[in-house]
């Protein structure tokens, strides 16, 4: 069994910065895409940013030039450096990852993160 563990929300004001972690553990033979997401209140579920395996990356437009995905591949942890913080980026936010070549994506239990004006 897989489980993803996010780490690293809080409480902010805007322009400032905070990183996420996600650490992955468990039956783990490889890794695919890793990723976050976030969920404000009464809205959709969005992506935020995704990295793969080579370390390719990609971002939702809100948060290009902010935010920053990494991976430590030895660690089987996705990052979300988040700088200049906004009151709109306020929102629980998900990691995922493609485990062991599974269709599903695994998921975490999510990290609170709010940013005040």
């Known amino acids: 069994q897989v489980q993803l563990a996010e780490s690293g929300g809080g409480l902010v004001q805007a322009g400032g910065s905070l990183r996420l972690s996600c650490a992955a553990s468990g039956s783990i033979l490889s890794i695919n895409a890793m990723g976050w997401y976030r969920q404000a209140p009464g809205k959709q579920r969005e992506l935020v940013a995704v990295?793969?395996?080579?370390?390719?990356?990609t971002y939702t437009d809100s948060v290009k030039g902010r935010f920053t995905i990494s991976r430590d591949n030895a660690k089987n942890t996705v990052y979300l450096r988040m700088n200049s913080l906004k009151p709109e980026d306020t929102a629980v936010y998900y990691c995922?990852?493609?485990?062991?070549?599974?269709?599903?994506?695994?998921w975490g239990q999510g990290t609170q993160v709010t940013v005040s004006s």
């Open positions: 990295i793969t395996s080579g370390g390719r990356t």
């Open positions: 995922t990852a493609g485990i062991n070549g599974s269709a599903r994506l695994a």
